[in-house]
């Protein structure tokens, strides 16, 4: 549990949790001032940091330049912006005044105003477990122009070096792990794409470049926005680095005035000391906990029929697909796209909510009765964000996607975007979404977003900018009204595979479809790096069939599976045409799956070995008493003698049971000299491993 307390005479306030403490203060100038972030210290100590800086005023530098904490532009400070206003006489620098502060439990907020102008900031400092959630909220009496409001600015201590993580991508290839020296300068990972995006995560790590995966201070943020975004690590020449991010949009200003409030999404911030493994736990820790709307549930084994019938759903091929996923032991029977209106490929139909009556001769309420006969929930696929021009929608309400007048409205995959600022459309969309879920008894929506936005304009709104906001906050509050009329409904979010991974939609989806790309090898690598932040409790991962329609790989089934099973395990191969000794062998690691999903789903995650171009990759999870290993090696050479795998996370005391071989190591070993794997040899060799504590 954490605490929050005032040091009156210092103006300044320390929060700490477990392991953190975290400080700041008034300046002088009642600005907003950074004083620690880092291992926990007790708070007769926070008066020694407090001491003044040597004064050094070289008429160039503000000496407290890259201190403050939410850093404002104006004055002498030159740093990365993170508050940029413009006041109605064209004012343009903050001088910030401090009004009060309010501490409620695990909660700091502390208010200041402008000195002149009638313009309000409140920062806001949420102890959540180990993860310190930062926003910042602006309100005015007067229209005030925002052209930049991160949510906060986090400043490291200052080290010898710095390292930044981050993850980069594209579409089947989301989730890449980089670690690189911090330049000099500023170094923006950002999206423009009113989505998240494939190719970058709202996160960063930050090391000093000697942390390795279990050894060394590792610091995080991570923001929870899904439309465009931007994180700045500002390295200058004082050795200082500094994180600001936030939402928004290059370019684009957004208004705060009378009524008109602006709150920023949250931004979190994570210290650890035990290198990249223990921040990741830490992650993981409070993304179950504090993020996702419900932690405790254990993920559904789910079929899903896209990459087998594609756009040619009917409820024939469905209910076939449907009766062989219920004998493998399937939970969750899910229909993808093409199930309405003029649906049949990706050139029509999008916006046509109105079931395929040629496929569905009866509408979709049979094959949903059927599937909940046979003892599976019932999931479809939906793109509300979407229209395709060939499209009744589109016909009818040309207005309604994002466009500039005299622009052209470029279309990628055929479509276009729906402005879901408009409250018109919104309801639109709440209307046949409520329907669909309500009328048909839909357990879960696998909510997809196939393109980012372009000519994002708004023709006859006074405010056209604020649909980049608006159109995630409308997003965001949509999803959240299904789900408290529908409360079983179930939501997995998915832009083109992984293109809507963050902690803002997964404080309403209970999973992410991590990639379109689910060639196993391929999903070794991408699963690493959504694993850095995100836990595997929320990501969904299919076992498809040979050829990867991606890669053009084949792997054997048991590695295909093992790889799926890391994660929330799913199936998506054209299971109606599975020889028998493929379906009794899905059958077998289903039910596998389902032993150990507790140990997968709610376990610590530890990375042995991280997957590497050849030899074993291998990870573990530990959730109470159990242990599970999955270790996988891609290629076998010159008759090379197995390694054993030492394990991680493990009491030394005690000994572990593997009632599969029949054997019992002691927990000291199993740390100390390793695990015999026992790997299958040849190629493609996969094991799943569980160990059970003895009592
Ligand atoms: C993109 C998703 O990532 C796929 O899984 C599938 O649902 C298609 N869209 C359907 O159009």
Redesign the pocket.
């Given at each position: 549990m954490g605490e929050i307390g005032f040091l009156d005479d210092h103006r300044t306030w320390v929060l700490t949790n477990d392991s953190t403490t975290y400080a700041l203060r008034l300046d002088e100038d009642d600005v907003p001032a950074h004083v620690y972030w880092g291992p926990k210290l007790r708070t007769e100590d926070i008066p020694q940091l407090l001491e003044k800086p040597l004064p050094w005023w070289d008429g160039f530098n503000d000496p407290n330049e890259g201190l403050d904490e939410l850093a404002a532009d104006g004055g002498t400070k030159y740093w990365t912006p993170a508050l940029q206003i413009r006041f109605a006489d064209g004012t343009r620098a903050l001088e910030w005044r401090y009004r009060n502060h309010e501490i409620h439990q695990d909660h700091l907020r502390i208010h200041f105003e402008d000195r002149h102008y009638p313009l309000r900031i409140t920062l806001h400092y949420r102890l959540k477990s180990e993860v310190l959630e930062r926003w910042t909220e602006l309100t005015a009496d007067t229209e005030v122009d925002v052209t930049r409001a991160d949510s906060a600015t986090w400043v490291l201590p200052i080290r010898d070096d710095y390292r930044l993580s981050h993850v980069t991508g594209r579409w089947a290839a989301e989730t890449q792990l980089r670690r690189t020296p911090a330049p000099h300068g500023e170094t923006t990972f950002a999206s423009r794409r009113g989505i998240t995006g494939h190719h970058a995560n709202p996160w960063i790590m930050v090391d000093d470049g000697t942390a390795t995966e279990r050894h060394g201070e590792v610091y995080g943020v991570a923001l929870a926005w899904s439309g465009s975004w931007r994180l700045t690590a500002t390295r200058s020449s004082t050795q200082r680095l500094t994180i600001s991010g936030g939402f928004g949009q290059d370019g684009v200003t957004q208004r705060v005035g009378p009524g008109n409030p602006l709150t920023t999404p949250v931004i979190a911030g994570l210290y650890t000391n035990g290198g990249f493994g223990t921040a990741s736990r830490a992650w993981h820790t409070y993304v179950r906990e504090h993020v996702l709307p419900h932690p405790r549930e254990l993920r559904p084994v789910l079929y899903?029929s896209?990459e087998a019938t594609g756009?040619d759903v009917d409820e024939v091929n469905q209910r076939t697909l449907a009766d062989h996923a219920a004998t493998l032991g399937v939970e969750l029977f899910v229909v993808?796209?093409?199930w309405f209106g003029a649906r049949t490929g990706?050139h029509a139909g999008l916006g046509d909510w109105h079931v395929n009556r040629d496929r569905f001769p009866g509408g979709l309420k049979p094959l949903v009765d059927a599937v909940h006969a046979l003892g599976m929930k019932f999931g479809i696929?939906v793109?509300p964000e979407m229209v395709n021009p060939d499209s009744d929608l589109y016909r009818a309400h040309p207005d309604w996607v994002l466009h500039h007048p005299h622009r052209r409205r470029s279309e990628l995959r055929n479509q276009l975007v729906l402005n879901f600022a408009r409250p018109d459309v919104e309801a639109w969309a709440h209307d046949w979404l409520d329907r669909l879920v309500g009328d048909h008894g839909v357990d879960f929506l696998?909510w997809?977003m196939?393109r980012p936005f372009s000519e994002a304009g708004w023709p006859g709104d006074a405010d056209p900018d604020r649909l980049w906001v608006e159109h995630t906050r409308a997003v965001y509050a949509l999803i959240d009204r299904l789900r408290q009329d529908h409360p079983s409904l179930r939501i997995e979010a998915?832009?083109?595979?992984g293109g809507r991974i963050d902690l803002g939609v997964l404080a309403r989806a209970d999973q992410v479809?991590t990639s379109?790309n689910t060639d196993a090898l391929d999903r070794l690598r991408i699963q690493h790096g959504y694993g850095q932040l995100y836990p595997a409790r929320a990501m969904s991962a299919w076992v498809t069939d040979n050829p990867n329609f991606v890669t053009g790989r084949s792997v054997p089934l048991r590695f295909r599976f093992h790889v799926a099973m890391a994660g929330v395990l799913g199936v998506g191969g054209d299971i109606a045409h599975w020889p028998g000794d493929d379906l009794a062998l899905a059958r077998e690691l289903i039910a596998l799956y389902k032993d150990i999903r507790p140990v997968v789903q709610h376990g610590a995650l530890y990375r042995l070995r991280p997957p590497a171009d050849d030899g074993v990759t291998a990870l573990q999870y530990v959730h109470e008493d159990r242990t599970v290993v999955f270790a996988y090696r891609q290629a076998a050479h010159f008759n090379a003698p197995e390694r054993p795998l030492r394990l991680d996370g493990l009491d030394p005391a005690d000994r572990y049971v593997d009632s599969d071989a029949g054997t019992t190591h002691s927990g000291a070993v199993l740390l100390a000299r390793g695990l015999p794997l026992g790997l299958p040899t040849g190629d493609f060799a996969s094991v799943v491993l569980r160990l059970r504590r003895k009592i």
């Open positions: 899903n896209w756009f993808d796209d093409g990706d696929w793109e696998k997809d196939n998915c832009s083109g595979g479809w379109d």
